[in-house]
């Protein structure tokens, strides 16, 4: 059975850093791509960062880019978002997702079939 199970999120202070993980199991992740998403509070859930774990391509969505890392270790089939200059803005609801891998990286969520439950991270002081 496909799993995905996110941990890392907490509260942090405007500024400060998290790192989230996605571990998978019941399918290797070099066959798939791995997306992050977020919800905030009455907002619709957006991409945050995508990664093709079999060569490592990454996309990430404007508002984080050059504050977040995505990164991946296959031999422990977990996918990372190092989450640096935090801002309350990014106070959400943060979930990994899966998909077998398309021509292209998406950020979409549509195109994502196997999601986790999620890890609320809010940034606040």
């Known amino acids: 059975q496909l799993q995905l199970v996110e941990s890392g999120g907490g509260l942090v202070q405007p500024g400060g850093s998290l790192t989230l993980s996605c571990a998978a199991s019941g399918f290797t992740l070099p066959y798939y791509d791995i997306g992050w998403f977020r919800q905030a509070l009455g907002k619709d859930r957006e991409g945050v960062s995508c990664?093709?774990?079999?060569?490592?391509?990454?996309n990430y969505a404007d508002p984080v880019k050059g504050r977040f890392t995505v990164s991946r270790d296959n031999a422990k089939n977990t996918v990372y978002l190092l989450m640096n200059s935090l801002r309350p803005e990014d106070t959400a609801v943060y979930y990994c997702?899966?998909?077998?891998?398309?021509?292209?990286?998406?950020?979409?969520?549509?195109?994502?079939?196997?999601w986790g439950r999620g890890t609320q991270v809010t940034v606040s002081s």
């Open positions: 997702a899966a998909r077998a891998g398309g021509l292209f990286l998406s950020l979409s969520p549509i195109m994502y079939n196997y």
């Open positions: 990664i093709r774990t079999s060569n490592g391509t990454k």
